[in-house]
Nanobody, 115 residues
Framework: QVQLVESGGGLVQPGGSLRLSCAAA????????MGWYHQAPGDQRELVAL???????NYADSVKGRFTISRDNAKNTMYLQMNNLKPEDTAVYYC?????????WGQGTQVTVSS
């Protein structure tokens, strides 16, 4: 059973913007801390941004001031607004739902920043 579904990736020029979405099953979204991770070829998967079930946010230094994470509890959806994108942001972006009883990953969505 699919618990998380990402969307919104694509090809964008440097300096452009994208918004990623992660739709979650209602049973997990309301109690889970939600996060975005990215993984470039040959690299480890790294945390980009995190938002707790109570709304506290945390960002990797590389995206502070450019990316904004948010969640809409009524829609069971998390977002990542990415502005001023750079070529080094190119990666597969994954969403993750975490709780002491479970941990789920989405299937990933490709983001490519290139001119």
């Amino acid at each position: 059973q699919v618990q998380l579904v990402e969307s919104g990736g694509g090809l964008v020029q440097p300096g452009g913007s994208l918004r990623l979405s992660c739709a979650a099953a209602k049973s997990i979204f309301s109690i889970a801390d939600m996060g975005w991770y990215h993984q470039a070829p040959g690299d480890q998967r790294e945390l980009v941004a995190l938002i707790t079930s109570s709304g506290t946010t945390n960002y990797a230094d590389s995206v502070k001031g450019r990316f904004t994470i948010s969640r809409d509890n009524a829609k069971n959806t998390m977002y990542l607004q990415m502005n001023n994108l750079k070529p080094e942001d190119t990666a597969v972006y994954y969403c993750k739902a975490s709780h002491r009883r479970f941990s789920y990953w989405g299937q990933g969505t490709q983001v490519t920043v290139s001119s």
